[in-house]
């Protein structure tokens, strides 16, 4: 028996319809092992080394994959083609005790049969790089994340987090809201003038220059002025230029586009795109059995197979005619920094168009196969060509200009129009009538419009994506991971209104904490290097642990400084450390250990005391609840013991115990006898444990007097 190991279970449907025989496919369902959740996980005293632990969910899977193994003449790790999938298959390979320099690695970038196929006939060693490169990626942003978030919450007095990726992308929304608040409009005035050729068609242009230089009239006076000036000018043709414009086809779909189009054509957001296209690509049921429908989803590729290149051009001729197809097939260049390991996105066989595939897919699966369909269709296809003309018409010192643009061959437009539709004042894509340069125009009217400069455009996710991609922040498979944190419902850092991101106050002292205290890391030039530096780790180039400890030395003294306040020690007057423990925020002397001062950052802070638990021999921590201070045993919930630290005051008239002040759920104080569940006895007010001589109610302290609680008592009305 031969095993195979992928990732999903729908992925090993897909694939088991194509082996026959010998294969058994069965599916690891994610990470087997990884860092620990509640803890750092990292032994920064020993090289960085990471501390993998298995979820006690995932012994189930492990124990049915190991006893698959040992039934198993050969392995094959088939987890997804990149570097996250290559650590699956390393730590696939360590729980079940594989041989690591041994062929049982195989991957493929589509899951066909042919693809499946050429993979196990092309088996390879795990590549440690890879791996290195996702361990040290991890590492690095646990050290980040684990060693900043606690500091911040603390110094905030709110439950946060921060990340080295992240906080740079909640930045960047940050200051584009801050340009926005601090933006002062500009007035200015456009001035377009109607004007047309003696027996032909009137026309606009729009005044856009004056003595040679670019001109707006600033107020309502010079527009004024302006405009008195014109209505006795020659105006006249300074130039018209016409010409042929194409516009040719876009790329296929790469992660990163994938997710802005699914955002803006289809308002879906960046991890919603990619959990539907990874179910697309795992495949999806049919009476014919699972399908698989598109290429691998993270890919920074535009790279496309010669195969799939001839079958989109076959099809496109056959559908839309010889001249929709290129007369040289259209290869595009990935950028620079791409990995180029896979292909791009595009679908399996283009055969299976949308429409035949409808019935079995739900709305945003239809939609989203679909856009990547036809982009990939329009990418294989001929330039849309536009019949363009601009024309310049001067009047004494002033320009004017229009443009005019007619649609001569749809071209790829036909099946996918990516044309922006902007405002653009200079152009009003109009029919402008045959003009020649010098030619006598007549003016039929002026006009005048204020105007005012408008701020910058709020991020959408869309557009954060595609600034984050373009400053080398990130890579494309962690966008949608950085999407999900910033619109966390658990803290919320930004909030959509419409679909732009909107900044929710915490971020703005959470940005301004970090940039203080650890300008580098939100520094977009240094993260984009550090991202360099992890690619280079993937290709070989540099160890990951030298990475992370020449990062990790300044790191140390940033946290220490961050930890810094302003707090005197009262026993030694050295200034105190902000801590975050697990008994919550205090203080703790920066003298230590010549000092071991510790107190409480507020009333309700958790720290340890000195006091021993009687029941278990734990440390007691000092907590407030609502019903006040109380002492708990640090080994809860093991332990469960408490000890009431509630102020005793007043006296129960019921059983003559003590009664404790407590805060009840609205915030107000009540007095609750000390006996009980014994004794249930309660007041709003401070009781004298006497009872009142004429009525028999129990009596209270108002306002320093003893009074009777009973409001219709004769006593209170003396």
Not at 693 to 714: P, R
Request: hydrophobic fraction near 35%; glycine fraction near 6%.
């Amino acid at each position: 028996m031969q095993l195979i190991i992928v990732e999903s279970p729908h992925k090993a449907k897909t694939i088991e319809k194509f082996l026959k025989g010998d294969y058994k496919v069965d599916a690891s369902k994610g990470h087997i092992r990884d860092l620990p959740v509640n803890y750092m996980g990292i032994n920064l005293a020993k090289n960085f080394e990471p501390v993998y632990v298995i979820a006690p969910e995932k012994k189930n899977d492990i124990k049915r994959l190991q006893e698959q193994a040992k039934k198993a003449e050969n392995v094959f790790l088939a987890t997804d083609p990149d570097r996250e999938g290559e650590a699956i298959s390393w730590h696939l390979a360590e729980v079940l005790g594989l041989d690591e320099n041994k062929p049982n690695r195989i991957e493929f970038n589509e899951i066909s049969e042919k693809a499946v196929k050429n993979a196990l006939a092309n088996p390879r060693k795990i590549d440690k790089n890879l791996v290195d490169a996702q361990q040290a990626r991890r590492v690095l942003d646990r050290i980040v994340g684990y060693s900043i978030s606690p500091v911040a919450s603390s110094r905030l007095n709110e439950s946060l987090s921060a990340g080295r990726v992240q906080s740079v992308a909640l930045k960047m929304v940050v200051d584009r809201e801050r340009e926005i608040s601090a933006f002062v409009p500009q007035e200015y005035w456009n001035i377009k003038a109607e004007v047309n050729p003696n027996g032909k068609s009137a026309f606009k242009v729009l005044l856009i220059e004056k003595a040679g230089k670019k001109f707006k009239p600033k107020n309502s006076e010079e527009a004024t002025a302006v405009e008195t000036e014109l209505k006795t000018a020659q105006f006249f043709v300074k130039s018209v230029k016409r010409s042929v414009v194409k516009s040719h086809a876009p790329a296929p779909f790469i992660t990163s586009t994938l997710q802005q189009d699914g955002s803006m054509k289809l308002n879906i957001s960046a991890p919603q795109v990619m959990q539907i296209a990874q179910r697309l690509y795992e495949g999806i049921e049919t009476p014919n059995g699972h399908i698989a429908l598109i290429t691998y989803m993270r890919t920074d590729s535009v790279r496309v197979s010669a195969e799939a290149q001839q079958s989109a051009l076959k099809y496109i001729k056959e559908n839309y005619g010889e001249d929709y197809a290129p007369s040289k097939p259209n290869f595009y260049k990935s950028k620079g920094d791409a990995q180029d390991a896979h292909e791009a996105i595009r679908p399996i066989d283009i055969r299976r168009t949308p429409e035949s595939m409808e019935k079995y897919l739900d709305k945003n699966q239809f939609r989203l196969y679909k856009l990547i369909y036809e982009r990939f269709i329009a990418s294989q296809m001929s330039e849309a060509k536009y019949d363009s003309m601009v024309v310049e018409v001067g009047a004494n010192d002033y320009a004017f200009r229009t443009s005019g643009k007619t649609l001569l061959f749809k071209g790829y437009t036909v099946v996918y129009d990516d044309t922006k539709k902007e405002e653009d004042e200079e152009s009003g894509n109009a029919l402008l009538p045959n003009l020649i340069d010098g030619e006598l125009l007549n003016l039929k009217n002026l006009l005048k419009e204020q105007k005012f400069t408008k701020p910058p455009v709020r991020y959408t996710e869309a557009t954060l994506i595609k600034h984050m991609e373009e400053k080398g922040i990130g890579r494309p498979s962690t966008y949608a991971t950085i999407m999900a944190k910033l619109s966390d419902k658990k803290r919320e850092y930004v909030r959509k209104e419409k679909k732009y991101l909107v900044p929710n106050d915490i971020s703005y002292s959470l940005i301004d904490f970090l940039v203080k205290y650890f300008a580098n890391i939100m520094d977009i030039s240094f993260t984009a290097r550090m991202e360099k530096a992890l690619d280079d780790i993937g290709e070989g180039g540099k160890d990951w642990q030298r990475l992370i400890a020449e990062f990790y030395v300044p790191f140390e003294k940033q946290i220490v400084n961050s930890k810094l306040t302003d707090i005197k020690c009262e026993k030694c007057g050295s200034p105190m450390y902000i801590n975050s423990g697990k008994y919550g925020n205090y203080y703790s002397c920066s003298n230590y250990p010549n000092c071991q001062n510790i107190k409480a950052v507020n009333g309700k802070t958790n720290i340890p005391t000195d006091r021993v638990c009687e029941k278990c021999g734990g440390i007691m921590v000092e907590r407030e609840g609502k019903f006040g201070k109380f002492l708990a045993c640090a080994n809860y919930p093991k332990c469960k013991n408490t000890i009431s630290l509630t102020e005793s005051v007043g006296t129960c008239p019921d059983c003559g115990k003590p009664t404790k002040k407590m805060m009840s759920k609205s915030g107000k104080p009540f007095y609750g006898c000390s006996n009980y569940p014994n004794c249930k006895f309660m007041s709003w007010d401070e009781p004298t444990g006497k009872k009142c001589s004429v009525c028999g109610a129990y009596t209270i302290i108002v306002d320093n007097k003893e009074v009777c609680s009973n409001k219709k008592c004769e006593t209170n009305g003396k």
